[in-house]
């Protein structure tokens, strides 16, 4: 059996791409979905002939070239990570698929389709995989494979032919990782990923962990734990528990990594810093390979032994969710630490000389104003982080925030659209409007990114003119399409 997974062009060139492993924009840089080469090394250690067809990284970006792909290929199923950005052009090349190859499946993985169930399913050939898709995917592609009825497989929905959408119950969380093989890197395009905070090639990302045990109300965290999420809240009201994959495990892999060649490694894990216990041997293959690094982290996590690890380890970012630093929001949001808290982890970052990311959200709740976003965005600049990202809060339905909005009519048009966070709002508060957010956003991204201290900080870190090349687009991508 032929599987292929798909990630079709911009139907009609209309807008960018989703970018699908954070899911919550559009590509400012490309990413490597590690999640779908996970699936990808599942399917071929059961034998099928896996292939991964990739329109965005390979430059087809015309209708016609999808077209002429469908026309001569013959894969028995497609798959697709969707994410809410990706819903509507997903939905479109699932049509093209039914008209040029109306025997084959399609699969739908991924937060949208576990929660959109309804719109991804509108033939008896498209099936929904929810939540955490692994197993599910093991089994189903074995029952198709086999001709075999997969009527009451769990984790599943999708049509019967009495046209009444079936949802499976839900398939049991994986809480052993080490038993999955690692991702099917080889399927893709090495050279083309990048990462403008690491700046070095060739570059992968890993993970090692899924989800998180905090209860921030906003949260969307990545497309595999969000989809997980989604499906967990569904069934059982509750966030899930966390899957870690152990130390040992981690390391086998980033020793191979380092035998393919790889020289940097971007950590997806929602909370890549568990405890310095983890930490420490991840840390130490990672420094006796030679290997740059980053991660994303909370921080409450950092600790004097933890910042001087991660700088020893040749730890290159630290991603901090800071949201905010007006204590009254962070309280409101339940992000769980304090202003004082992640000042102090910035901190010892910055004595560690370990470069901070700070991801801020403007709007994050009623609370919010003007002046409270210009004092954290003022505060962020101050504390001398290496890098800031900007994004306005959506409501992703699925989230406490987006029951909070809807109820208290915060949403511009009454209910959440699929939106880039990079450039729009969807929201507007009494005290703070969607065109307010968006203009604030656009001045202290120019603000930051063109300062000379920051410019002069990071041309100096670049290992080759390609990389820099790299870095220059995915800014250009940051800060332009403002209008929608």
Known sequence: MKVTFLIPPVLNGKGRPAERTAGCTTVVYPMVNIYELAIAAILEKEGYAVFYEDFITTNRTATKDLISFLQKDHSDVYIFWSVNLSIK???????????YAPLAWIIYLG?????????????????????????????????LNEGNDFGELKGISFLPEDGKIKNNAPRALMKDLDSLPFPARHLVARDYFSNPKLKRSPYTAMVTSRNCPFQCIYCVPSS????????????????PFISKRSPENVVEEINLLAEEGYK??????????????????IADALKKQGIIWGCQARADAITENIAAILYESGCRYVDLGVESFNDEILQYIKKGVTRQQIIEAIRMLNKYKVPVKLNI??????????????ETLDTAIRLKADQVMINIVAPFPGTEFYDLAKKSGWIVGGDYIPTDVQHHSILSYP?????????????????????PSFIFSQIRRFSSFSEFRKSVKALKNKLITRKK
Do not use: W
Request: hydrophobic share 40%.
């Open 111 to 143: 937060p949208a389709p576990t929660f959109y169930v309804k719109e991804f399913l509108q033939h008896s050939r498209q099936i929904v995989v929810r939540g955490e898709p692994d197993a599910t995917v093991k089994e189903l592609c074995l029952y």
């Open 431 to 451: 005290n703070l409007t969607a065109k307010e957010m968006e203009d604030i956003l656009f001045r202290y991204n120019l603000r930051f990114f063109f300062r």
């Open 224 to 239: 595999l734990t969000f989809a997980r999420e989604l499906e967990n809240k569904a069934y059982e009201g509750k966030k």
């Open 89 to 99: 052009n997903d939905i479109a090349t699932s049509d093209l698929i039914h008209r």
């Open 361 to 374: 959200l403007i709007g994050t709740s009623p609370l919010e104003t003007k002046e409270t976003v210009k």
């Open 264 to 281: 940097a490694i971007g950590f997806m894990d929602d909370n890549f810093i568990i405890t310095e216990k983890r930490l420490r041997p």
